[in-house]
């Protein structure tokens, strides 16, 4: 069955330093990848999308990274801050399917000061 | 940005009892939109995707009489949970996208369901 997997522990870093976040998967073949920030009791916010012919994209202090051959993606916050703290999700998307998203578990990110 | 809004934000009932859920896209046409339930650190749970002036598709193991779902217009999408139990007690969130995949998905503020 398919199957994503991202970090189930959470991350601790200290301010200023890169976050590097992972996301496999598993018997799924994804048209793109898309990475989502979710803050306690809200909705999940996006962030970035990638496509499968894509190697990398970036975005401010946010770089994406993904890799079909592997059926990885990494996530990099550069320059952390506080105020990144939150639970971020990658998700799963196929051509065709109007955006309907399977989504991973999650990694709680939390910088410290 | 385009926004969808959900309502209510949460909401608390009795055993038995049924409770509608209401997403909206503000500004701009959904006809589709999807509906996620979470459970407490994990990961968000694909229930349906709702299609407007047709009827929804759901995923496997997610009970249709249980979980009903309207799309009556291309901006108003609803969950009514039937008969509710404490099992489903969830958050529960909806989506939307401007346009087909490849692009961004907007998601509702979700909707804390506490069944007791």
């Known amino acids: 069955s398919q199957k994503i997997e991202q970090n189930s522990e959470a991350l601790n870093i200290q301010e200023g330093k890169t976050a590097t976040l992972t996301c496999n998967y598993t018997?799924?073949?994804?048209?793109?990848l898309q990475w989502y920030r979710q803050d306690p009791g809200r909705g999940p916010v996006f962030l970035l999308l990638i496509r499968e012919n894509e190697k990398e994209k970036r975005k401010e202090r946010l770089k994406v990274t993904f890799d079909t051959t592997l059926k990885q993606s990494l996530f990099h916050i550069t320059a952390s801050q506080p105020a990144d703290s939150a639970t971020y999700l990658c998700?799963?998307?196929?051509?065709?399917?109007?955006?309907?998203?399977?989504f991973g578990a999650g990694t709680r990110l939390a910088v410290h000061p | 940005g385009a926004v969808v809004s959900q309502h209510p934000s949460w909401v608390i009932c009795k055993s038995g009892t049924s409770v509608k859920i209401e997403c909206r896209s503000l500004d701009f046409q959904a006809t589709t939109m999807f509906w996620y339930r979470q459970f407490p650190k994990q990961s968000l749970m694909l229930m349906a995707t709702s299609n407007e002036g047709s009827k929804a598709t759901y995923e496997q193991g997610v009970e249709k009489d249980k979980f009903l779902i309207n799309h009556a217009s291309l901006t108003l999408s609803t969950l009514t949970v039937t008969s509710a139990h404490p099992e489903d007690s969830s958050f529960y969130i909806c989506?939307?996208?401007?346009?087909?995949?490849?692009?961004?998905?907007?998601f509702g503020q979700g909707t804390r369901l506490t069944v007791v």
């Open positions: 989506s939307a996208s401007q346009t087909g995949g490849y692009t961004e998905a907007f």
């Open positions: 018997n799924y073949s994804p048209a793109y």
């Open positions: 998700a799963l998307g196929q051509s065709g399917g109007y955006n309907k998203l399977i």
